[in-house]
């Protein structure tokens, strides 16, 4: 772990000091995004050492064809990949003649990269001496715009501090970029059209097979000590590259600056034929305000979000710095804008696992967005399921089920499948649960039923019917059971009767039915219309009936426990304290048949289900099944310590629930798993946004009502969040002897503390 | 299946028509080999359509590296591959300036194609009309000498029909050539010297990071009418490539033929330096003696090997064909000369699986090698797995082993794995379990125990200690199981207590330690020297015992048969006969995760197991586990049929028996599984002469004696064959009244019938 890297600071990520080896792991750590793009913070200037280089466009991706050793039958024709689009941040620079390059010069002093979390946006300062002797200090500044989401800007400046200079800026964008991660080197991008206009130059470049037409744009202003300059640029056009020159003599310590105005404009948002005008309005727009507008509107928009979703904790810097970092990333990668859009598990910052939508969305953000943002934002995650259901029905019918079963895929972005491992693609299929129980926890945390009738029953019904046409009956055990699955842990493949999936299985179908009952009793339209689509016969609802009531649930009476799975205890069952250090992580150390045939749990499982389904559960039980799953519980997951905190905390188990949420909320910031270069773990951030307000807050939802058992880790002082609740705001801030709340808006609002009726009054503190 | 597209007929296999979609499958079906090297049947003057072309060398493989969807640990740094070898049959012909092609010529008439197996050719008439008008006979033979096992000939002759012609004859060699199976189309071949001396010509060529040197050679004579030509032959040299022009005036109804010799030789038999002289040599030899003493030489010595292997069927044609052509290929694949050479299951005919050595050897090839050839070629088999010893323990280090446990590759070339399927690589660990029953199955039949105390007790001792370290305690159970294997039954993945491999595994325990002590007792100083090198402990050994002792055997005590695996019995049982032949093949019809899912069967499994170990079960346990898999198995693998073929024959189901063996035999004649294309199906062929021999022939060995239960199904009217026991020659003669056995040699031989003894006496005849 690079425990100590990231400086401590309650709002901003600090780097000091230049260190080549570490420039990968910072380009994913300073990322930044506005939800509609993101990039990794890859330096303008030229950078010849080791970088992995990534600018990504929400929803514009390229479908790869799979690659397997041995084709089966049944695998997706490709794999959709999130695509490295067209640079338009670069600005290199050339002094005196050499080029600035931080790998190759002299000397860098004084380096140090910012990411100001409170304002969105990312600075880097250094001191250069080149080869040639000239030490210029640079320093810069991006951000990516949250209200105008096409475009971002840079202020890019340059001081020669021991002679006079001739510098040379050189703006550029590049549609010759490539993907690290590809299955066949095939060439993603087809550029179209270069073309430039004054200080401005566009890129027409069109993503093949998918052909999303894009146009990256930008438009430079340069300034001698704020002074606007006037340079006609020597402009050099290229294939996939257009670069403008402006030199200038710059004396020493007079200070050249660019402000460089760039983006994307797409054809999902804009007709694929007036890309160039689009990007031209964009350009006019962000001119005309001009770089330091644009920032301070930057900051109110930061300002508004973080007005709403902050948390704050005193008295632990670290712990501060990892929940902000997180609800940070989590509003970079995700705004609610647009239902085409979903949450990667890299966001924007890499591009593994393809910038697709996994379950995590349903299982681990949900709450956050439910909570911090207006709730239509959570409906929109919800909706952008419902208009999949056809793609996932289409899926099942792919695999062999029939009468508008559906299976959502396991990864997506179009709502088809495209993940290529067998036992996770066909079997993991525990993810159409999630998206059902993503349903109701929308509606029991919202109290909004309208999306049932209006599109959730839909979706609930495809789903039921995947899991009474997936479910067999074995004779053997006179119950229906679900073989063949992969669980939550990844470190079991083709398991028979997986306890999560049974039991979530059971439960979609009885949600199922008893909202069929709802709607028609309480919405009789919806259901004539609902019932002419998907024609579901009382026989078959009896058959779903007959299913959910004899799952069969995997159960030891020895250890008075749940079973992860048919025969886990035929297991070697040595715990993780007993393991020997150097085996660790298992997914690095042993081969995968190992793994299987271990005891060890890479992200929890049962436990999952207890999370869920908390209140099916008593203490005793839950307590019971903690203390057997945890000890072999190796959280090699991102997505597992968060649901071990908050059942800890739970538990009162204050220390162990501390440790597990540092290392949720620091996991990238500390680089836990040795892979933070690849990207960030985003979707797990929202999971320790659940570890604070769930786990030590103890938020519930309990019979329409918002219910809080307060706790607080000894290492901290206090700690603060606020959530949105049915269109009410309400602050609750923690401290070591006593919870206020605090409510904002105009009705009064109660509550449970402790299990204990609280009434709030609007405006009012309430102190407990 | 093209049931009816080969002639039925005795000796040969016969394809009359030319059918441009058949021509694959015919280049696999008229394969040629001599154990040294093998061809597809590619025509040798140019084809422009659709063709698979093929041409190998024993043993000569590139590593090519590792492709899959998602890396895991443990997974090998490559797949073997068989490699597509330089092109030395190659003859071009120009008639009046048009090429031979007989892709786009105007007309084929009387195309018939003829593979003699009872002299070891391949022959080819047709009557082709070209663009031009041109109408010309053509007569081709070619063969790969048994007796000079480097080299090959071909006599391609000529004859224009409707008018003179003008015909040229462009012999070549082509070294630039490529695999149609390659992981990242990378270039497998170096060529490094094209020479050519007179009429002969060289290209050296070596493959990439294997680096084996070859020499591909050829020479070539002309004939007018049978009169050598002395034609100066015009010779074109480039990179990878050298051909002579041999062009004549031929008249009406005059015969043109060449005599070209080729073949390779290779640095595994010459110093890489002296190839072309050892290609001199070997072209020397095959000229002087021509082509005419060469394919009698070839007649002679196939006569050797069917007088000792021949299985005669009379009445059935069909069967008798299939039964010969079983026996031709692996004659053709294997003759047990060099003890680096293995069986792979594709042999000589196509590039899938590799071309390498897997788990059919042992459990199928090996019988038919005792029983058909001299003891020591079956001993050169064992042998190979001895010299891979030290690699079969390092795999097993590099899973996770120790103390010298060996863990045999599922697939490989020089002893390092080379597959790469977790569950298949990692988990079909069941080899490891034939390699030591083809010990005990070698001393069994051979009564040859040297092997033990000299080489394959240190085999044992590895795989003992594979077993005692795979196995794990279950406190649940209190027993040992084995988690998370693939058995025989590749249908299903990942699965706990595969009885097959559990009772396997305690088999190999106790046969090894049955033989630690006979080898104590009896070969002390072999004793000594093994337990110097592996160390064997006291406390080792107890464990072992332990484990043998303790292994769980799952069993259903409802349906009284020992389970494939645990959980068996919650699949849903629809067996075979219900289920939709829409559905069939489910390979090809169902995804992935059904057919785990499934309760259906690719290959025998408990019924294997029941075929190893038979004489530890009673018939009744026979026929019921009969009765109970077989319902289930859809073989779908080509090495089950014969497995269900012997035990049909044994519970005197003779019609089932029968159709088991027609599938076998003919599986590739007949192209049941529609591949063919793609090769032959060598190692299953050993599998269709032990349905005759162990089959219908009941041949068993007890107590060092040749026992038989002879049957015959209804369709024949006889059947006879012969088998080497412990060097004397039996041959049995089975007809539908009686069995006659007659012996060759000196000393008189003790025989079991139906249980009864029976003495036979040297050149006697006895008839039961």
Same mark, same amino acid.
């Given at each position: 772990?690079? &425990?100590?890297?990231?400086?401590?600071?309650?709002?901003?990520?600090?780097?000091?000091?230049?260190?080549?080896?570490?420039?990968?792991?910072?380009?994913?750590?300073?990322?930044?995004?506005?939800?509609?793009?993101?990039?990794?913070?890859?330096?303008?200037?030229?950078?010849?050492?080791?970088?992995?280089?990534?600018?990504?466009?929400?929803?514009?991706?390229?479908?790869?064809?799979?690659?397997?050793?041995?084709?089966?039958?049944?695998?997706?024709?490709?794999?959709?990949?999130?695509?490295?689009?067209?640079?338009?941040?670069?600005?290199?620079?050339?002094?005196?003649?050499?080029?600035?390059?931080?790998?190759?010069?002299?000397?860098?002093?004084?380096?140090?990269?910012?990411?100001?979390? @409170?304002?969105?946006?990312?600075?880097?300062?250094?001191?250069?001496?080149?080869?040639?002797?000239?030490?210029?200090?640079?320093?810069?500044?991006?951000?990516?715009?949250?209200?105008?989401?096409?475009?971002?800007?840079?202020?890019?400046?340059?001081?020669?501090?021991?002679?006079?200079?001739?510098?040379?800026?050189?703006?550029?964008?590049?549609?010759?970029?490539?993907?690290?991660?590809?299955?066949?080197?095939?060439?993603?991008?087809?550029?179209?059209?270069?073309?430039?206009?004054?200080?401005?130059?566009?890129?027409?470049?069109?993503?093949?097979?998918?052909?999303?037409?894009?146009?990256?744009?930008?438009?430079?202003?340069?300034?001698?000590?704020?002074?606007?300059?006037?340079?006609?640029?020597?402009?050099?056009?290229?294939?996939?590259?257009?670069?403008?020159?402006?030199?200038?003599?710059?004396?020493?310590?007079?200070?050249?600056?660019?402000?460089?105005?760039?983006?994307?404009?797409?054809?999902?948002?804009?007709?694929?034929?007036?890309?160039?005008?689009?990007?031209?309005?964009?350009?006019?727009?962000?001119?005309?305000?001009?770089?330091?507008?644009?920032?301070?509107?930057?900051?109110?928009?930061?300002?508004?979000?973080?007005?709403?979703?902050?948390?704050?904790?005193?008295?632990?810097?670290?712990?501060? #710095?990892?929940?902000?970092?997180?609800?940070?990333? %989590?509003? &970079?990668?995700?705004?609610?804008?647009?239902?085409?859009?979903?949450?990667?598990?890299?966001?924007?910052?890499?591009?593994?696992?393809?910038?697709?939508? +996994?379950?995590?969305?349903?299982?681990?953000?949900?709450?956050? +967005?439910?909570?911090?943002?207006?709730?239509?934002?959570?409906?929109?995650?919800?909706?952008?399921?419902?208009?999949?259901?056809?793609?996932?029905?289409?899926?099942?019918?792919?695999?062999?089920?029939?009468?508008?079963?559906?299976?959502?895929?396991?990864?997506?972005?179009?709502?088809?499948?495209?993940?290529?491992?067998?036992?996770?693609?066909?079997?993991?299929?525990?993810? *159409?649960?999630?998206?059902?129980?993503?349903?109701?926890? +929308?509606?029991?945390?919202?109290?909004?039923?309208?999306?049932?009738?209006?599109?959730?029953?839909?979706?609930?019904?495809?789903?039921?019917?995947?899991?009474? #046409?997936?479910?067999?009956?074995?004779?053997?055990?006179?119950?229906?059971?679900?073989?063949?699955?992969?669980?939550? *842990?990844?470190?079991?493949? *083709?398991?028979?009767?997986?306890?999560?999936?049974?039991? %979530?299985?059971?439960?979609?179908?009885?949600?199922?039915?008893?909202?069929?009952?709802?709607?028609?009793?309480?919405?009789?339209?919806?259901?004539?219309?609902?019932?002419?689509?998907?024609?579901?016969?009382?026989?078959?609802?009896?058959?779903?009936?007959? =299913?959910?009531? *004899?799952?069969?649930?995997?159960?030891?009476?020895?250890?008075?426990?749940?079973? #992860? @799975?048919?025969?886990?205890?035929?297991?070697?069952?040595?715990? =993780?304290?007993?393991?020997?250090?150097?085996?660790?992580?298992?997914? #690095?150390?042993?081969?995968?048949?190992?793994?299987?045939?271990?005891?060890?749990?890479? &992200?929890?499982?049962?436990?999952?289900?207890?999370?869920?389904?908390?209140?099916?559960?008593?203490?005793?039980?839950?307590?019971?099944?903690?203390?057997?799953?945890?000890?072999?519980?190796?959280?090699?997951?991102?997505?597992?310590?968060?649901?071990?905190?908050?059942?800890?905390?739970? %538990?009162?188990?204050?220390?162990?629930?501390?440790?597990?949420?540092?290392?949720?909320?620091?996991?990238?910031?500390?680089?836990?798993?040795?892979?933070?270069?690849?990207?960030?773990?985003?979707?797990?951030?929202?999971?320790?946004?659940?570890?604070?307000?769930?786990?030590?807050?103890?938020?519930?939802?309990?019979?329409? $009502?918002?219910?809080?058992?307060?706790?607080?880790?000894?290492?901290?002082?206090?700690?603060?969040?606020?959530?949105?609740?049915?269109? @009410?705001?309400?602050?609750?801030?923690?401290? $070591?002897?006593?919870?206020?709340?605090?409510?904002?808006?105009?009705?009064?609002?109660?509550?449970?503390?402790?299990?204990?009726?609280?009434?709030?009054?609007?405006?009012?503190?309430?102190?407990?």
């Amino acid at each position: 772990m690079n &425990q100590n890297y990231i400086k401590p600071n309650n709002w901003s990520i600090i780097e000091e000091g230049f260190q080549t080896d570490r420039v990968k792991s910072s380009e994913s750590l300073f990322s930044i995004g506005n939800g509609a793009m993101g990039q990794r913070a890859n330096f303008e200037e030229h950078y010849s050492g080791p970088t992995f280089q990534g600018s990504y466009i929400a929803g514009v991706y390229y479908p790869d064809k799979t690659r397997v050793g041995w084709w089966k039958n049944g695998y997706p024709e490709y794999f959709a990949k999130v695509l490295n689009a067209p640079n338009w941040i670069g600005i290199n620079v050339e002094i005196n003649g050499e080029q600035l390059d931080l790998f190759t010069c002299k000397r860098v002093e004084n380096f140090k990269r910012e990411l100001n979390m @409170q304002e969105g946006w990312l600075s880097r300062h250094f001191v250069a001496t080149l080869k040639n002797g000239i030490t210029i200090e640079v320093i810069t500044k991006r951000f990516l715009s949250l209200e105008l989401d096409e475009v971002g800007a840079i202020q890019y400046s340059l001081k020669p501090i021991n002679s006079d200079a001739e510098i040379t800026l050189k703006p550029y964008l590049d549609s010759g970029i490539t993907n690290e991660d590809t299955n066949w080197d095939d060439k993603f991008w087809d550029t179209t059209n270069v073309v430039h206009d004054n200080h401005q130059a566009f890129i027409e470049a069109k993503t093949m097979k998918t052909s999303f037409n894009t146009c990256t744009f930008m438009e430079s202003q340069v300034f001698i000590n704020d002074k606007a300059l006037k340079i006609e640029p020597r402009i050099n056009v290229e294939a996939n590259y257009v670069s403008f020159s402006y030199k200038h003599q710059v004396k020493q310590n007079e200070t050249y600056t660019i402000h460089k105005f760039g983006g994307y404009v797409v054809d999902t948002k804009h007709d694929k034929n007036e890309l160039i005008s689009a990007a031209k309005t964009v350009l006019k727009t962000a001119l005309k305000a001009g770089f330091n507008t644009l920032l301070e509107d930057q900051k109110t928009a930061w300002k508004v979000i973080w007005s709403m979703s902050d948390i704050t904790i005193s008295g632990d810097v670290k712990a501060q #710095q990892g929940i902000r970092f997180n609800i940070f990333q %989590l509003n &970079q990668t995700y705004l609610g804008r647009d239902s085409r859009l979903n949450i990667g598990p890299k966001g924007f910052t890499g591009e593994k696992y393809g910038g697709s939508t +996994y379950w995590d969305t349903e299982a681990y953000c949900i709450p956050f +967005y439910m909570a911090t943002k207006d709730q239509k934002v959570a409906r929109t995650l919800l909706e952008y399921r419902y208009n999949h259901l056809a793609k996932a029905i289409e899926n099942a019918e792919k695999l062999g089920y029939s009468n508008g079963a559906a299976l959502y895929p396991m990864v997506t972005m179009n709502g088809e499948e495209c993940h290529n491992e067998w036992e996770i693609t066909f079997e993991e299929i525990h993810r *159409n649960g999630a998206i059902a129980f993503a349903i109701y926890n +929308y509606q029991r945390y919202t109290g909004d039923y309208s999306y049932l009738p209006e599109k959730g029953l839909e979706v609930l019904i495809g789903i039921a019917r995947f899991w009474h #046409q997936r479910a067999t009956f074995s004779t053997d055990k006179n119950r229906y059971v679900i073989l063949g699955v992969t669980g939550p *842990n990844e470190y079991e493949n *083709n398991v028979n009767n997986n306890w999560y999936t049974n039991y %979530l299985a059971q439960w979609c179908i009885n949600y199922t039915i008893e909202n069929i009952s709802k709607i028609e009793d309480e919405y009789a339209s919806d259901f004539t219309r609902i019932m002419n689509k998907v024609k579901l016969s009382t026989l078959e609802l009896a058959e779903w009936k007959s =299913v959910a009531q *004899n799952m069969y649930i995997p159960y030891s009476d020895k250890h008075n426990i749940y079973l #992860q @799975q048919d025969g886990f205890l035929d297991k070697e069952l040595i715990t =993780v304290k007993d393991l020997d250090k150097l085996q660790r992580p298992i997914n #690095q150390k042993w081969s995968w048949d190992r793994i299987l045939r271990s005891p060890y749990i890479k &992200q929890a499982d049962v436990l999952q289900g207890f999370y869920f389904f908390e209140d099916q559960f008593t203490d005793e039980e839950l307590e019971r099944h903690f203390d057997f799953y945890e000890q072999f519980t190796v959280h090699e997951s991102s997505l597992s310590p968060c649901v071990h905190s908050i059942q800890a905390a739970k %538990l009162n188990r204050m220390d162990q629930a501390y440790t597990f949420y540092l290392r949720t909320s620091r996991l990238d910031l500390d680089d836990y798993n040795k892979e933070v270069h690849e990207g960030l773990h985003i979707t797990s951030m929202a999971g320790t946004w659940m570890s604070i307000v769930e786990g030590f807050g103890g938020m519930r939802i309990k019979n329409n $009502q918002l219910s809080f058992t307060p706790k607080i880790p000894d290492q901290w002082e206090a700690y603060s969040f606020k959530v949105n609740f049915r269109n @009410q705001i309400l602050k609750v801030h923690v401290s $070591q002897t006593e919870t206020k709340f605090e409510l904002e808006g105009e009705a009064k609002l109660q509550l449970l503390v402790n299990n204990t009726p609280v009434s709030i009054l609007p405006m009012h503190l309430v102190t407990i």
